[in-house]
């Protein structure tokens, strides 16, 4: 019974994110052409400075990117291409935005992936550290302190974090350099601050999901069976209660990961100048290359998207009370 | 009088478990005595509220410690206080000598891993066998305990099992070390009326055959007249009286001990009302002073309201502790 | 209907509004925690000087450039100034002076100015924004619980579509379409920070739906919209203000952070302009970088303490 039934929820979460992604992929459409300036004015503005005539431009940009077209025709052109890979072409840099992306995307992915860990890592230790230990001094300075780290301003703990560490005391270098290779000494050394800059905010967040995942299992009756069998107190702790605060914890997790990590490394990015994908949206906000803008959205948002999808089918194949009804 | 001395497996002495917290100190367990012999079913009965279910996990010191501690008192075990051994030793006793069973069988599983993980740990912990072998000895005792297909038993889950089943698997559990002493907290009280007897039955076969000794404990005479040897009343975290089952029924001293037996519905009597107790359990922050039963005591007398009552030994093995005895 | 019969039900469907006792009890929960209690006053101390501040401060716009790069009072800082009649490059020692008590930025405008002059874009910026979203989040969580079925399906879906976009993702690519002026950027952080408060929102009045003293409302006769506009969403309103108040720190920022990456209104000085000009100048005037971001960060740990405090004080089991 369990196997099919699973394929089954798959499949009905898959149609469900596809019905989410054309949510997604229309309001960006609407978004895009319902703003006060056309696509070709923008560009035009740039255009203007370099003494071409701007309705014979006008005319050319909106035939080539079929804006004299039919609203639906656009949005379903707007679809193709997307399919197709085609996610226009970006003004200021004179290259495909894909292109763009392709060699911006592992800088992005880097520092969210060593953010992530440091944070979830680091976070559930002491998340579950402080529940063991509630109402001592250490639980409240914990919880404190976790109060603090979401609290506070992550772009601007990055500026500090440069002023005291790289101007001051000359530790941390605060550029990041494309040459060298991925994971060499130096550019790690270069991603310490920006790790911590973006981890902090996660790591207080899942001290406190751990913290209370913990707490809400820590006083069920198979505690105490476990201590009855004469079970060591950390396999009580690590094994039973973990394991029943884990997965609720995975959830929450992934599902804030989303909504909060990819704004957090859009800024993280630009203030220590590492060449990921916020950066180059940054970059482009300043030229008026809208493509860009608009695709580097697009990828935050589907990737959202896929990971809520892949977290509630993990889920759901994890918690034994619901694969096995 | 025969002297049982030798035959007592486990003693506890003057035992007294508070719980600091917040509001106050709460005497749960204010001064309890009781041995338990060898091969016998010793049942402490009371209603909730009286300090049982803490008397119990006192003994494997399985309260929570912050709040709780013992203050006072000696468990006596082999030749170990269990009141004041280190947790190490604690722990080696701890479902292997001892081994203790939850009510709401429901939520004292782990819901996350299956009942034969569950048991086989236990096992594994405390017996040299290897993995296959444990899983045996699971796989035999399930059955023994009455589990249809025992084997394919083994990888459910603790929520796709019945209520019975769940309470089986649990006594299975704490039966698989082969202790010397199983404590049975309310096992009846939050099952159906089919499944209670089975569980009785169970404990009936584990006196008969195994010479398992046991603490049972309840708030339920009737349970208590089926299958216990000697029986501890207590009352507001005291035992207030402690005879054999039969005794006890029979002849029942303490005040509290009637009007239990009153309640117990007589089916072949016609009766409007059901009897109970007046008033209801104190408050443990705010005992009454003197005997804490004498708000609600029928017989109650003035000396009652100012001393706690002695322990008043009478004949044939039979404590009380009231002032109608002195 | 008799009389009787209404006043019961009047009785147990009051809302937390204008029940006087039940404000002061809770009110007295709250006062315990301290830090809920700091909160509350940096946030008045806030207002005060985002209210009143303008009138005692310099301009913050005034541009001297005699008077650049001061540092806040007690500081003193060594500049390397360049002499084009000696041709060398000589440091002098500046201090802080009471004029501008916290200083100036490499253009010379008073930095306490400035702060005060943030501080009322941040606030009014926070309320209006927080307000929009609330409401809408409101409306769309009741209509969707109460009225169930497709209507509830559709907007959920809605709602799901809007949550899935990455917040400031979205909230960049709406003020880069939109051009950068505190209106838009106010209405675009309401119309797309609405999500969270709709799904808290919408599970709250399931649960109300339920209980007995709505049943009793509609056995009573009550319209559909009496019940919600007089019996819903007033019990709502505890849950109402703890978003609120945990909502408007996450609204600044946002605010704030536009700002940083340009996308602020030009014409207004944000915390985040300032924090901007500050990154570049850490070397030379590490103030101009500290000072907003302390206040900002002080500003969220205000909201945040007085929201979780309210959160602890709202919830019966608790024990305070």
């Known amino acids: 019974m369990g196997k099919s039934w699973l394929r089954d929820y798959i499949i009905k979460r898959l149609i469900y994110t596809v019905i989410i992604a054309l949510g997604i992929l229309t309001i960006t459409f609407i978004l895009v052409r319902v703003g006060p300036s056309s696509p070709a004015d923008k560009y035009l503005a740039n255009l203007a400075a370099r003494g071409q005539d701007p309705a014979q431009v006008t005319a050319a940009i909106e035939a080539r990117y079929g804006l004299d077209k039919p609203i639906l025709v656009q949005y379903a052109d707007y679809v193709a291409n997307l399919f197709r890979g085609n996610l226009g072409w970006s003004f200021s840099t004179s290259m495909p935005v894909i292109e763009l992306i392709k060699t911006h995307w592992i800088y992005s992915f880097q520092l969210i992936l060593l953010s992530s860990l440091f944070a979830a890592f680091l976070g559930m230790l002491i998340g579950i550290y402080s529940a063991v230990k509630q109402y001592t001094k250490t639980d409240y300075a914990f919880t404190f302190l976790s109060f603090i780290g979401i609290s506070i301003p992550n772009f601007w703990l990055g500026i500090m974090l440069i002023l005291v560490f790289s101007v001051k005391l000359g530790l941390f270098k605060t550029y990041y350099d494309t040459t060298l290779p991925l994971f060499s000494l130096d550019n790690l050394k270069a991603l310490v601050l920006p790790v911590i800059t973006l981890g902090t905010g996660m790591l207080a967040g899942y001290v406190r999901y751990t913290r209370s995942a913990m707490l809400d299992n820590l006083r069920k009756a198979f505690v105490t069976t476990a201590r009855a069998k004469g079970l060591p107190e950390r396999t009580v702790i690590g094994k039973h209660v973990f394991r029943n605060a884990l997965l609720p914890l995975i959830t929450i997790i992934m599902f804030d990961l989303g909504s909060i990590v990819f704004g957090g490394a859009y800024l993280t990015e630009i203030i220590f100048g590492i060449p990921g994908l916020g950066q180059i949206s940054f970059n482009a906000i300043f030229a008026n290359d809208y493509p860009v803008v608009v695709a580097v959205t697009l990828i935050g948002t589907f990737l959202v998207l896929l990971i809520n999808l892949m977290t509630d089918i993990t889920y759901t194949y994890l918690d034994p009370r619901i694969r096995y009804e | ?326 | 209907m008799s009389e009787r019969l209404r006043d019961k039900v009047r009785g147990i469907s009051q809302p937390l509004y204008s029940n006087a006792r039940l404000i002061n009890y809770y009110w007295q929960r709250a006062r315990r925690n301290k830090l809920a209690v700091f909160g509350l006053a940096f946030i008045i101390f806030l207002v005060l000087l985002a209210a009143i501040g303008p009138f005692f401060t310099l301009d913050p716009t005034a541009v001297n450039f005699e008077e650049k790069n001061i540092p806040p009072v007690g500081f003193t800082i060594e500049q390397s100034v360049y002499s084009i009649e000696t041709d060398e490059l000589s440091t002098k020692e500046i201090h802080g002076t009471r004029r501008h008590p916290l200083g100036t930025d490499s253009k010379g405008r008073d930095m306490l100015a400035m702060i005060v002059s943030g501080a009322r874009v941040s606030l009014l910026v926070g309320l209006i924004a927080t307000g929009i979203a609330i409401i809408l989040g409101t409306i769309i969580g009741v209509l969707s619980a109460y009225r169930g079925g497709w209507v509830d399906n559709a907007l959920m879906r809605f709602t799901d579509v809007m949550m899935t976009f990455p917040f400031f993702l979205l909230l960049v690519l709406i003020v880069f379409i939109f051009g950068p002026s505190l209106a838009f950027i106010v209405l675009a952080i309401g119309l797309t920070g609405w999500t969270g408060t709709a799904r808290l929102i919408r599970s709250e009045s399931l649960s109300l739906r339920t209980r007995e003293f709505i049943i009793a409302a509609k056995a009573l006769g009550a319209s559909d919209n009496r019940v919600i506009f007089r019996h819903l969403i007033p019990n709502v309103t505890s849950l109402i203000i703890i978003i609120a108040t945990l909502s408007i720190p996450g609204v600044i920022l946002a605010e704030t952070a536009l700002s940083f990456i340009g996308l602020g209104d030009p014409t207004v000085s944000s915390w985040g302009i300032i924090l901007e000009a500050g990154q570049h100048s850490l070397n030379t005037a590490w103030w101009v970088a500290v000072e907003p971001g302390t206040m900002l960060f002080l500003t969220v740990l205000a909201f945040n303490f007085l929201g979780d405090g309210l959160r602890d004080a709202f919830d019966p089991k608790s024990n305070i």
């Open chain 2, 1 to 326: 009088m025969k002297t049982t001395m030798d035959n007592v497996i486990l003693k506890v002495s003057n035992l007294k478990t508070y719980f600091f917290t917040r509001r106050g100190i709460v005497k749960a367990v204010d001064g309890v005595e009781f041995e338990l012999r060898r091969g016998e079913c010793l049942c402490l009965v009371g209603e909730s509220g009286c300090g049982k279910t803490v008397t119990a996990l006192s003994i494997l010191r399985l309260f929570d410690s912050p709040p709780g501690k013992i203050v006072e008192g000696q468990i006596r075990y082999d030749s170990l206080d269990l009141a004041e051994c280190s947790s190490r030793q604690l722990r080696q006793i701890r479902g292997k000598d001892i081994a203790i069973v939850f009510q709401e069988a429901q939520s004292a599983l782990n819901p996350v891993l299956t009942i034969g993980d569950q048991i086989i740990e236990q096992i594994k912990l405390h017996l040299p066998l290897d993995y296959s072998r444990a899983r045996d000895r699971a796989i035999t005792l399930l059955s023994e305990m009455g589990i249809p297909s025992a084997e394919g038993a083994m990888s459910y889950y603790p929520h796709q099992l019945s209520g019975g089943m769940k309470q089986r698997v649990l006594i299975a559990m704490s039966l698989s070390c082969n202790p010397q002493i199983l404590i049975a907290d309310e096992p009846t009280t939050a099952v159906d009326v089919t499944i209670k007897a089975q569980i009785l039955d169970i404990f009936r076969e584990l006196k008969t055959r195994r010479q398992m000794s046991t603490i049972f404990i309840t708030h339920d005479l009737a349970v208590v007249a089926e299958i216990g040897d000697r029986a501890v009343v207590m009352y507001g975290g005291k035992d207030v009286e402690t005879a054999s089952v039969s005794e006890i029924i029979s002849n029942p001293k303490h005040p509290y001990t009637s009007g239990l037996i009153e309640c117990l519905p007589d089916i072949s009597k016609t009766a409007d009302r059901l009897t109970s107790i007046p008033g209801t359990t104190p408050n443990p922050l705010e005992m009454p002073q003197g005997c804490a039963f004498h708000p609600r005591c029928p017989k109650a007398m003035k000396i009652c309201k100012q001393q706690e009552p002695p322990e008043i030994i009478t004949s044939k093995e039979h404590k009380v502790s009231c002032h109608l005895y002195t």
